[in-house]
C-alpha cells in the first residue's frame, strides 16, 4: 500500500500501521479462524469493527494465501431475498477478481438462476445483471450458495455486517434457515458483526434462538483515550508536524470515543496543519465543524420528517446524552415531556430508525456528531 497524502485513513482499507491498538482483538479473530471457531463482533456503529476484520484478515499472509475471504453488508435489506442477493454478488464480485475457473464454477453451481447471468462483449468474462425479482425461490438458490461454498478448494472466511438485521426480516425461519447452513458447514468460518448490541446478545445468548451458543462474543469499546493521542501525536510526528495532546482529548470526550468522527476530526485536522507546524486547538474545532455543516441538510431533514413527540424525546436524550431511564418521572418532568405511554411509544419508533440505540441499560443517539448538531439548536452547544 502506498503511503497516504493524509494518515488519518477513512474507509475500512487500512493497513496496519495507521490503524490504532486493537492488537488483542486482532490475535484473538486469528486464533478463532484458525481453530474454526465462528465470532459476532459487537460494537456501536463506526467504531471500527470492519477495519479490525480487514486489518486481521489482511495483516496475516497465511490468511491471505490459504483462505478465501467474502465480505457483505446486510445493514439496507429488508428480506431474504435481498440476503441472498447480496451473498450472491458479494461471492461474484470477489471471485472474478480472484479466480475465473471459480467464478464459473460458482455460475454452474447456481442452477436455479443460471440463465439470467449475462457476459461482457469484449472480454467473455461473466457479468452479473442479476436482479432480485430473478430470485423465485431464495431458499432455494441460498442452498446452493452454501453448497458452492462447502466445495470450496480453500476454506472460507465469510463476514457478514450487521448480522442483526435478518432478525427483522418477514420471514419468520431466517434465523434457523441460517443456522442450518452453516451448520452443515465443515469448510467455512463466519464473522458476524453488528451494531445493535441487545438484539445482537439476544441472539446468540438466548436459548431460545437457532444461533444460541453457536459463536464467540468479542465486544469493541472505545479505544482509551491515551493510547489514541499517542496514536495521532504518532502520526502528525512521523510527518514532522506538531500535535497538542489536550485538542485530542477534547475530541475523544466529545465523540465518546467513536473511531469514525476521531478519525475525521484528525483528518481535517491534519489537512489544516502545515508541514513543521503546530497543530492548533482551532483547527480540531474546525474540522468538527466542517463535519457538522456537511451534515446540516440532512439533519435538519432528519429533524423534519419525525414527529413533534419524537423530537421532543430526541432532543432530551441528546441532552442527557446517556439515559438509563426515559420513562421516569424525573426524566419526563426535567425535560416537559408528555406522559410515560407518550414517551414509551415514541421511543419505540425512534429505536426501530435508528436514531436511538439502548446499550445494555442505557439509551443515546446512535449519531454523536446528530446529538452536537441537536444541541447546537436546542440546548447548550457543545462547541
Known amino acids: 500500500m502506498a503511503e497516504p497524502r493524509n494518515p488519518f485513513i477513512l474507509g475500512h482499507r487500512i493497513s496496519r ?8 482483538e486482532e490475535k484473538n479473530l486469528i486464533t478463532s479462524i484458525r481453530n474454526g471457531r465462528n465470532t459476532v463482533l ?49 461471492i461474484f464480485d470477489r471471485l472474478r477478481s480472484k479466480s475465473e475457473s471459480g467464478l464459473r464454477k460458482f455460475l454452474a453451481a447456481l442452477r436455479s438462476i443460471k440463465g439470467t447471468f449475462g457476459f461482457d462483449p469484449f472480454s467473455g ?19 446452493e450458495i452454501f453448497h458452492f461454498l462447502e466445495m470450496s478448494e480453500k476454506p472460507v472466511i465469510m463476514v457478514i455486517d450487521e448480522f442483526q438485521q435478518i432478525a427483522k426480516y418477514p420471514e419468520k ?10 451448520q452443515q458447514m465443515s469448510n467455512a468460518t463466519f464473522i458476524f458483526s453488528g451494531s445493535e448490541q441487545s ?61 469514525f468522527y476521531l ?73 416537559s415531556l408528555p406522559s410515560a405511554s407518550s414517551v414509551q411509544s415514541a421511543l419505540g419508533i425512534l429505536l426501530k430508525n435508528g436514531l436511538i440505540v439502548k446499550e445494555y441499560d442505557t439509551y443515546r443517539l446512535n449519531d454523536p456528531l446528530l446529538r452536537i448538531f441537536i444541541n447546537g439548536l436546542y440546548s447548550t452547544p457543545e462547541l
Open 17 to 24: 500501521p495507521y490503524f490504532c491498538d486493537r492488537f488483542d
Open 42 to 90: 459487537i460494537s456501536p456503529r463506526r467504531m471500527g469493527k470492519t477495519s479490525l476484520v480487514y486489518v486481521a484478515l489482511h495483516n496475516s499472509p497465511e490468511i491471505e494465501n490459504e483462505y478465501l475471504t467474502f465480505f457483505f453488508d446486510i445493514l439496507q435489506t429488508n428480506s431474504l431475498a435481498e440476503f441472498t442477493f447480496l451473498l450472491g454478488k458479494a
Open 125 to 143: 468474462t461473466p457479468t452479473f445483471n442479476l436482479q432480485i425479482g430473478d430470485l423465485q425461490n431464495p431458499e432455494f438458490t441460498l442452498e
Open 173 to 182: 425461519n431466517v434465523e434457523a434457515l441460517l443456522r442450518t447452513h452453516i
Open 199 to 259: 438484539l445482537l446478545q439476544e441472539m446468540f445468548v438466548s436459548s431460545k434462538r437457532p444461533f444460541y451458543n453457536s459463536s464467540e462474543l468479542m465486544h469493541l469499546g472505545a479505544i482509551p483515550k491515551d493510547i489514541y493521542s499517542a496514536f495521532a501525536l504518532d502520526l502528525f510526528s512521523n510527518r514532522n508536524r506538531i500535535l497538542d495532546p489536550a485538542p485530542v482529548g477534547w475530541a475523544f470526550d466529545l465523540f465518546d470515543g467513536n473511531t
Open 263 to 335: 478519525q475525521r476530526t484528525m483528518n481535517g485536522a491534519f489537512a489544516d496543519t502545515d508541514e513543521g507546524e503546530t497543530c492548533s486547538e482551532e483547527s480540531v474545532r474546525r474540522s468538527v465543524k466542517g463535519m457538522l455543516a456537511a451534515n446540516e441538510v440532512m439533519y435538519r431533514e432528519i429533524l423534519s420528517n419525525i414527529s413533534i413527540s419524537q423530537k421532543a424525546l430526541l432532543l432530551a436524550v441528546a441532552k442527557d446524552r446517556n439515559v438509563r431511564n426515559p420513562t421516569s418521572s424525573a426524566f419526563i418532568k426535567r425535560h
